[in-house]
Structures are given as structure tokens and as C-alpha cells.
């Protein structure tokens, strides 16, 4: 079976030139059902390894705030891909690790691709790319899509993860002590919700009914669980 | 402008080119806040004008390194200190 990879990043990354080097630009060109948003697919393979491709929309954050926002989390929490590969502009790391934040709570399987590695070096910047990576716990492949840099590493990097799925272990994002304490009181009532429990990684979910999410609190409106969790809540 | 606390703070829609401030305040509704909030304009944060449109809607800023746009509805909901 084809390993299916989804390719996420902040607008301007660099996205559809690395979904074209993978693919070697043959795409399915598309809608997503009842969007006018674009949608691309297209196939990859590596050593005998099939890969299929989706193109994300490009987004900053993954709120429920946006069409684009939507599909995008949409889709790697009901279609969960086996692999996610968030693209990062290495040149304006600060910004572009904000959705990798929002992609680890998220618990995809995540590999990052460091592109732009030549502009962030006539910018000046060095990069710790082992470092970073034991940061964020993932594996992180810096690459230049422009000159295809990187790109072999950056498959392999994607059928390893997609062979490791499930096993690696995710970094948690502390939010202090005063939060994780509601935040645990409301995953402890989510895990009781058999059916959404099992749809929803539950730490992401308690986060987002603390966000206050329409999406997640729309879902949870029809829990079992949802006079408790309105206790809690106040 | 508003002062308050000692400090003057002005709106993003107040400033002219060349001119910026960190970021203090950034009011409206949660929506808009949530996403001002993930394009990097955090409290803190320095952010410069780079130059504005006719009738000074859009506006370009420069911010952590790079170049955003912003509507005239959105620049008047972040205060700066300048």
C-alpha cells in the first residue's frame, strides 16, 4: 500500500515547489468537495516505496477561523495521513515553527522540511539542525526546493517515519501548571466520550474547547459527555 | 491616540512610514485577534511601517523578519508604543 503524505506549511514556504519535485509535477488537479479551494495529488516513488502526495493549503495556524485552516486540519484528523510534512522557511523560523507547534499537539506523524537553507545562510543565520531537531522531537531535513537540495533525504525521511508510525513518542507542550490542570480535568471527561476519543488525539481537543473552537465545540455538542464538561466549564 | 500607564500607544493605522513600536495592545473580536495573533503580532513584538496605499488602506509592515499586509480594520485594532 502507498504511503500517504500529507505536505502542510505558512504561505510561501516553498510548498508546491517541493509537491513538484516530488512528484515531478504530474498532479491531479482538483477541488475539495464543495470548496472552492484547490486541491493537488499527485505520486511519488522512492527505492520501490509508492507515495501519495496531497498538497495542503498554505496556512499560518490551524484554527477553525478560515476555510483554508479547516481543510487543512481537517484532513489530518479525519483522513490521517501517515505522514505529515510541515515545510519551514528557514529564514523566518520564529513564525513558521508556530504551526509545527499546532501540528505536534495535533499528533500527526511529523517529519520537517527546512527549506530555504540557502536564503537563511546569506541572511546570516546558522541553523542547529540536530538540535533542533532533538527539540522538537522530529526528524528535520533542511532542504533548498528551488535546487532540488535535499529531496532524496527528504523521502527517505518520509518512509521512515511512515514505518515508525505509532511508535514514536510526541512532545508534549507544557502550558504551565495552572493550565494543565484544566486541561487534564477536561481530557479526563473526553476519554469517557468512546467515539470521539477515538477520533481526536483528547489532549488537542481539551485545548480546543479551552480555545474556545466552533469546530470542536459543535462536535462536542452532541457528546454524552457534554453536561460534565459544562460543569467544568462553567 | 491613548495613554495609558504613562506610555502613549497609537494605532498600527496612525503611524507613517519608517515609524513603528512594540506591540501593547490588539483589541476586536476574538477572531480577528486569534488571527493577527498567528501572523506573529504578538505583545512584544517590534513591528515597522513599510509603506501604505492611497488612502492608507492596505498598509505594509515589517515584523519579525518579514513583510505583512494588513487591512485598515485590522491595523486599527494593535496599538503600539512607540
Redesign the interface.
Known amino acids: 500500500m502507498a504511503i500517504r503524505v500529507a505536505l502542510i506549511g505558512n504561505p510561501n514556504v516553498g510548498k508546491s515547489l517541493i509537491f513538484n519535485n516530488l512528484t515531478g509535477g504530474k498532479a491531479h488537479v482538483g477541488n475539495w468537495p464543495g470548496k472552492t479551494v484547490e486541491r493537488k495529488e499527485g505520486r511519488c516513488v522512492y527505492e520501490g516505496v509508492e507515495m501519495e502526495i496531497i498538497d495542503l493549503p498554505g496556512v499560518?495556524?490551524l484554527?477553525a477561523?478560515?476555510i483554508d485552516e479547516l481543510i487543512a486540519r481537517d484532513y489530518i484528523v479525519e483522513e490521517k495521513p501517515d505522514v505529515v510534512v510541515d515545510i519551514v522557511d528557514a529564514?523566518?523560523l520564529?513564525?513558521n515553527l508556530?504551526l509545527t507547534l499546532q501540528l505536534i499537539e495535533l499528533e500527526a506523524n511529523l517529519v520537517v522540511a527546512l527549506n530555504k537553507m540557502d536564503i537563511a545562510r546569506d541572511m546570516g543565520y546558522e541553523i542547529d539542525v540536530k538540535a533542533l531537531s532533538e527539540i522538537l522531537g522530529l526528524p528535520v531535513v533542511p532542504t533548498v526546493a528551488t535546487t532540488k537540495q535535499g529531496m532524496d533525504e527528504l523521502k527517505k525521511a518520509i518512509i521512515k517515519a511512515a514505518q515508525q508510525r505509532g511508535r514514536r513518542r510526541i512532545r508534549r507542550i507544557s502550558y504551565g501548571k495552572d493550565l494543565e490542570a484544566i486541561i487534564s480535568t477536561i481530557e479526563g471527561i473526553l476519554k469517557k466520550d468512546r467515539v470521539l476519543s477515538s477520533r481526536y488525539p483528547t489532549r488537542w481537543l481539551a485545548i480546543k474547547v479551552l480555545e474556545?473552537d466552533e469546530e470542536v465545540l459543535r462536535r462536542i455538542d452532541r457528546s454524552p459527555v457534554k453536561a460534565e464538561l459544562m460543569e467544568v466549564l462553567g | 491616540m491613548d495613554s495609558r500607564g504613562g506610555k502613549v500607544q497609537r494605532r498600527l493605522s496612525d503611524l507613517k512610514p519608517g515609524e513603528g513600536g512594540k506591540i501593547v495592545r490588539i483589541t476586536g473580536p476574538?477572531?480577528l485577534r486569534?488571527?493577527l495573533l498567528?501572523?506573529?503580532l504578538v505583545k512584544g513584538a517590534y513591528i515597522e511601517v513599510v509603506r501604505k496605499a492611497p488612502l492608507g488602506d492596505p498598509m505594509e509592515f515589517l515584523v519579525?523578519?518579514?513583510n505583512l499586509s494588513l487591512r485598515k480594520e485590522e491595523c486599527d485594532n494593535v496599538y503600539v508604543s512607540t
Do not use: A, I, L, V
Open positions: 499560518y495556524s484554527t477561523n478560515s529564514s523566518n520564529e513564525r508556530y474556545g | 476574538p477572531s486569534r488571527r498567528d501572523m506573529g519579525k523578519g518579514y
